[in-house]
C-alpha cells in the first residue's frame, strides 16, 4: 500500500485532526478499558502472524494493540492529517513495527489496499459514514483489503439500539444527542477528559442498512455481538456499575467475512 494521500476536501474527517491527544487518553475511559478493548480483543481471537488493518485508526490505539497482540504486519489507515500525526509521534516515540499511511476510506478504489490482508479492525469508524454510499464505500475499502477467502472484518459501532436519554451513560464518563430519529441522524458525543473536551458527532444507521451496506460491498455474511465486562473491570468497578451499560450498550461488534 503506498501513501496516496487520498483526502479530498469533502472527506469529512477535519474534526478529528486535533483530537489524536484526546483519543489518547479516552482510552482510559472505563467503558474503552474494560468493555471495548477486552471485546475487541475477544472478537479478533488469535492474531499472531496476521496481516492486519486498522481502519479508521485515529491515534493508532489499536493499531499498536493489534502488534502487541502478535500480528506480523500492522497498517494504520486514516483519513486525517492531524490525529495521524499523533500516531505517528507515538510510533517514534515507542516503536511497536506499525506504519500509517493517509487515505480515505470512502474511495476504495483510491485507498492503496491490496486484498491481502486477514483482519482489518475498523473501530467507531462506520457511525462516521454520513450517507449510505458512504458507508457502503467504506465497508468496500475494508472488502478490497482482505485475501478473498477467509479475511475478516471486526468493527466496533454505535448500537442502533444505544440508550436513549442524554443522561444515560453519563456514569460512564460520556453522554449522546440525538435529536432525530431517523436513518442518517446525527448523533454527538460528549466526553468531558482532563485534557479536554472531546466533541464529535457520528450518525444513526440501523442494522438493516449496515447489513444491507456489507452486501452491497461484498461480505458474505454479517453477525453482530455485544460487548462484554473483562474480570477486571468487573472486579474493580461491581455488576452494579455496568448493569445500566450492559441494558444497553452504546457500541456492537459487527462482523463480517469474505466467501471462504
Ligand atoms: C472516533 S475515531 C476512532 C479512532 C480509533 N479507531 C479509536 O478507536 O480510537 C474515528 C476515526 O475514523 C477516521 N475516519 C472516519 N472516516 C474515515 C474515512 N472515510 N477514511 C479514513 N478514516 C476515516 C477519523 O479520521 C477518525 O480518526
Redesign the pocket.
Known sequence: MSDLNT?NAA???D???A?GAL?EE??RLPF?EYL?HHSVREAVGDVTGLDAL?????????TRRLAAWGAARVTG????AG??ATARAVERARPVGVRYVR?????PAA?GVDGSTDLVL????LC??RSEQ?LT??LA?ARRALRPAGGRLVA?TLNPDYGRGAAYYAPYGFTLTQPEEREGAPVTLDALLPGGRLH?T?HWWSRKTYERAARAAGFADTSWSPLTVSPRGRRLLGDAYWSAYLRAPQALILEATVAS
Open positions: 483526502v472527506g469529512g474527517t474534526a478529528f485532526d483530537l483519543y479516552s482510552a474503552r471495548e486498522d481502519l479508521g485508526c485515529g491515534s493508532g490505539l489499536y489507515v486514516d483519513s486525517s490525529i495521524l487515505a480515505d476510506a470512502t474511495r485507498a475498523s473501530v467507531y469508524v462516521y459514514a458512504e464505500a467504506v475499502t466496533v464529535v457520528a
